[in-house]
């Protein structure tokens, strides 16, 4: 079965940390761009950050660079974003991505103010 399946996400207080992981079915996780994107109360759905099959190159929006860090652990099929500092514009569902062209059905994170 196909699937991505994120988790981690919760309430949070602003400057606070999460870490949210998505566990990937193998064969759209092997070989492929990783990413994460999000989608906030009224907005449509943002690029938050990616990620290469090696690790090597990763990408992130402005608004998060500095403060997110993507990574990944291919052993493992599990795609993972740090989120530090957290502000109350980061209120949003998570959404993992495979560049295979699958979609996980998100996670909630909420920042107080």
């Known amino acids: 079965q196909v699937q991505l399946v994120e988790s981690g996400g919760g309430l949070v207080q602003a400057g606070g940390s999460l870490r949210l992981s998505c566990v990937a079915s193998g064969r759209i996780f092997s070989g492929y761009t990783m990413g994460w994107y999000r989608q906030g109360p009224g907005k449509e759905r943002e690029f938050v950050a990616s990620?290469?099959?090696?690790?090597?190159?990763?990408n992130y929006a402005d608004s998060v660079k500095g403060r997110f860090a993507i990574s990944r652990d291919n052993s493992k099929n599990t795609l993972y974003l740090r989120m530090n500092s957290l502000e109350p514009e980061d209120t949003a569902r998570y959404y993992c991505?495979?560049?295979?062209?699958?979609w996980g059905l998100g996670t909630q994170v909420t920042v107080s103010s």
């Open positions: 991505n495979s560049n295979a062209g699958y």
């Open positions: 990620i290469s099959w090696s690790g090597g190159l990763t």
